[in-house]
């Protein structure tokens, strides 16, 4: 066998592929599960509390019962124990306040939107007609809808617990080791030093994924199957064997063409436990779609929480201490992961800098409304918002460039690998090259030039800059350290790869996308790897039955860590190969390499290719007696560390002082991602995490009335942004590796997200400074904005305007308020 006189593959890695599955989901070719049709099939309808926290006191199903074509109406108190109950895979602390969470209650509701009542009908429109004439007598009860009143315990979302304080969850870097002590920093400044002491509000949000969630459970076949829109297939599959009582094995959970997610799929519901039962309960396949309205009410949320924070720092701006205190808002019940998310967020407050002290402090609280849970970014978001909204602060305070200040206090890129005051080791970045770039494709001289002028000429619309310096830690997650953390499961990844007789590929990936490009990234991967054609590759996912293992799609591990378990899988289909190169081509399978595609003799033209090799391996006609059949391999990979992409953000804000108008006039952002696979994606990714971080802080909020119904329950009043509300983004990345993963890819799906809020935000204050104000509180509406303005223009006219940044002046009159300028 001699080398083919054919052209090696051209490399895949790096070049911009069109997605592999956009032509079926653009064109619809696809199947959703509220698609999926079933002989037999019938459809529910939920029936759900108007009131956030009431007394059930008594339900009449008699009137939808006799509705036509209803099969069956059951309150919570017809469900057994095969219901089971929803779990929290991630109890902070041994003393935890945890909730019992029933798919439907039977004597007490606790947010508003809570399912109380399910009715079974032939069609879904059959179902929620019926559903109307269920009547159940409520008696209303105190709700807790403030979260600092909650914290208090001034009301009690659940009475029988006694509190609402779910756990408190504690860092300090002196106890760790990792730093010195904060109040002796805070000590310090506030004698002779600098201290910024801020509150921050990270409003509650809504995912809003474009697919609203569906569930269908066929109970009629030897294992019970469910389809869900769902993130977390294998998740879900131990969720319902844990919980449910029917053995894993006999579970088949598919998760089908998913439309979005953002955080809010990765979830165990009751609408999922509740379908699950009654087509148990039925003997006969069940479908439920939640309509709009339910998803926005009863869907998971996210962020909801108040920040205190209190940063020191020495007459020179160098950050000599930072000290956190958050209330986190859980909602009604405490949801899979959502008490741990604001613990993620704790690593990630003293993000690129070098800070010698450091305590964090986390009370999670109940309250009457939906539950929280991972929202794009899950905790790192929060924690940015606050440290880049301080470090702005701490540049206002000291009459200096923001950017300058950053500079000062960031890790420098000969410092790398660094250990973290938060005690993460930082592999990899290059701070200094990406805010370089940044700086030079924004202009950001000619702007803050420009700036200067209107603010002297007072244009009644004026500029502000926006600057947002960001890392994570994502590719979620090395299993030892969530297990240091309570977590209760692990952060290990699996995949296969199946060499077939004809010479194509299947990979078997664990994890599961809902719109990020798995099937196109993972084919480039393994096309470069194996040396086969990118169109001979297929990827299978989202089917527990086909993908056995899996610790499914979030915190952007999905390339780092599942990404690697299939480099690892096609590593070792080469090395199982090798024995069977060297014995068809009577060698020593030592002096054989493999490239493009082939085994060979070093320094001669006698090679085998790998498809030749993998229809040997089926026919096995003729191999070793040592080795087995076959030459397909699957991998578990359990990374040693988190992997930490950064970036420098940059935007120009243009604020209408007469309206509150702001508009946003350029966004330019530098993110490092490490190796890029597919640019196309990669760009998609960003643009699409910027828009998400940008509507959060000009236009979404989740808005709750006295009573706790949530106002904001369809897309007239929650403001998802359209493309006409943003503009064009300036987008270029940079590439230094990563050093815990073979690729040394870095994860970007949340990285937009996660830096432009405070970079929005930043740029609407910096805008806002010469009036005297410091914050507007998100999203920053016209009407915050011109509240803010008045309240200025007040503060002004009785000297008590702060300060702003000129960049003509070396420095600025003292501040006034909570920032303290002593000693300067």
Avoid at 1 to 22: N, Q, Y
Avoid at 492 to 517: C, D, I, N
Wanted: proline content about 5%; hydrophobic content about 40%.
């Amino acid at each position: 066998m001699t080398a083919e006189a054919t052209e090696a593959p051209a490399r895949e890695i790096g070049r911009e592929r069109r997605r592999k599955e956009d032509r079926r989901l653009i064109t619809g070719r696809t199947r959703w599960t509220d698609n999926i049709v079933l002989p037999g099939m019938l459809h529910l309808a939920m029936v759900r509390s108007p009131f956030a926290h009431a007394r059930i006191v008594a339900v009449d199903l008699s009137e939808a019962r006799q509705a036509s074509n209803v099969v069956a109406v059951y309150s919570g108190a017809d469900l057994d124990e095969s219901a089971g109950v929803l779990i929290n895979a991630w109890p902070l602390t041994p003393d935890q306040v945890t909730p019992t969470h029933p798919p439907v209650p039977t004597d007490r509701v606790t947010f508003a939107g809570e399912v109380v009542a399910v009715v079974v009908a032939r069609s879904a429109a059959e179902a929620r007609d019926a559903a109307e004439l269920v009547d159940i007598d409520y008696e209303e009860l105190p709700a807790a809808l403030d979260l600092k009143e909650a914290a208090e315990d001034k009301v009690l979302a659940h009475p029988d617990l006694g509190t609402n304080k779910s756990a408190l969850w504690v860092f300090d870097s002196k106890e760790a080791g990792t730093g010195g002590d904060v109040e002796e920093a805070i000590a310090t400044a506030r004698e002779s030093g600098v201290l910024i002491e801020r509150e921050y509000r990270q409003q509650r949000l809504i995912p809003a994924f474009m697919e609203p969630r569906s569930v269908v459970v066929d109970p009629t076949g030897e294992q019970l199957t469910m389809w869900s829109a769902t993130q977390i297939p294998h998740i879900l599959r131990f969720a319902l064997a844990a919980t449910t009582g029917v053995p894993e094995s006999k579970i088949r959970v598919i998760a089908p063409d998913v439309g979005g997610g953002f955080g809010g799929k990765l979830q165990v519901t009751p609408e999922e436990w509740i379908v699950w039962w009654v087509a148990r309960t039925l003997g006969r396949p069940v479908k439920y779609t939640e309509t709009r309205s339910e998803s926005l009410m009863a869907a998971h949320h996210g962020r909801d929480q108040w920040q205190r924070l209190t940063l020191a720092a020495d007459t020179e701006g160098h950050v000599t201490g930072l000290k956190v205190d958050l209330l986190a808002d859980l909602g009604s019940y405490v949801a899979l992961i959502g008490g741990g998310v604001p613990v993620l967020g704790a690593f990630m407050f003293n993000a690129i800098y070098k800070f010698p002290a450091y305590h964090f402090s986390m009370q999670s609280v109940l309250t009457n409304k939906a539950w929280t849970d991972a929202y794009r970014g899950a905790g790192r978001p929060e924690a940015t918002f606050a440290i880049e909204r301080l470090m702005d602060e701490l540049a206002a305070e000291l009459g200096e460039d923001p950017l300058v200040v950053r500079e000062r206090n960031w890790i420098r890129h000969d410092e790398f690998p660094f250990t973290s005051i938060a005690g993460l080791e930082y592999d990899s970045g290059n701070y200094e090259a990406a805010t370089a770039r940044a700086k030079e494709m924004f202009g950001y001289d000619e702007l803050r030039e420009e700036q200067r002028q209107r603010r002297e000429r007072k244009d009644p619309v004026q500029l502000g800059i926006g600057i947002s310096t960001f890392t994570e830690m994502c590719g979620l997650a090395p299993s030892r350290v969530l297990g240091s953390l309570d977590y209760g499961a692990g952060g290990w990844e699996h995949a296969s790869v199946r060499m077939l007789a004809t010479g194509k590929v299947e990979v078997v990936v664990g994890v599961s996308p809902h719109g990020q490009g798995h099937e196109t990234a993972f084919s480039q991967i393994v096309a470069d790897r194996l040396g086969v054609p990118f169109e001979d590759v297929e990827v299978l996912h989202g089917d527990t039955q086909i993908s056995h293992k899996g610790m499914d799609t979030y915190g952007s591990r999905s390339l780092v860590v599942g990404g690697e378990a299939v480099v690892r899988a096609a590593d070792k289909v080469i090395d199982k190969a090798r024995r069977y190169a060297a014995h068809m081509l009577e060698a020593n399978p030592d002096d054989l390499e493999f490239k493009d595609g082939r085994l060979g003799v070093a320094g001669t033209d006698q090679s085998v290719a790998l498809t030749e090799i993998a229809t040997a391996a089926f026919a096995s006609h003729d191999y070793p007696d040592d080795i087995e059949p076959g030459i397909d391999a699957e991998a578990t990979y359990d990374p040693v560390n988190f992997n930490y992409p950064h970036g420098t953000h940059l935007c120009a804000i243009e604020v209408d002082t007469e309206t509150g108008q702001v508009r946003l006039r350029k966004y330019t952002c530098v993110d490092d991602v490490g190796q890029v696979i597919n640019p196309l994606i990669v760009d998609g990714q960003i643009h699409g995490g910027l828009v998400q971080g940008i509507a959060q802080a000009l236009w979404e909020e989740a808005v709750h009335d006295e009573s706790g119904t949530l106002v904001s329950a369809s897309f007239v009043d929650y403001l998802v942004p359209t493309a006409a509300d943003t503009i064009s983004f300036d987008t270029a990345t940079m590439s230094t590796l990563a050093t815990s993963n073979t690729l040394g890819t870095k994860g970007v799906g949340e990285a937009g997200t996660i830096a432009s809020t405070p970079c929005i935000v930043n740029g609407v204050v910096d805008a806002l400074r010469p009036f005297g104000i410091d914050d507007v509180q998100m999203p920053c509406t016209p009407e915050r904005v011109w509240q803010a303005l008045r309240s200025g223009r007040q503060d002004e006219t009785t000297g008590a305007a702060a300060p702003h940044f000129d960049p003509d002046a070396g420095n600025s009159d003292d501040m006034s308020g909570t920032a303290e300028g002593a000693g300067r």
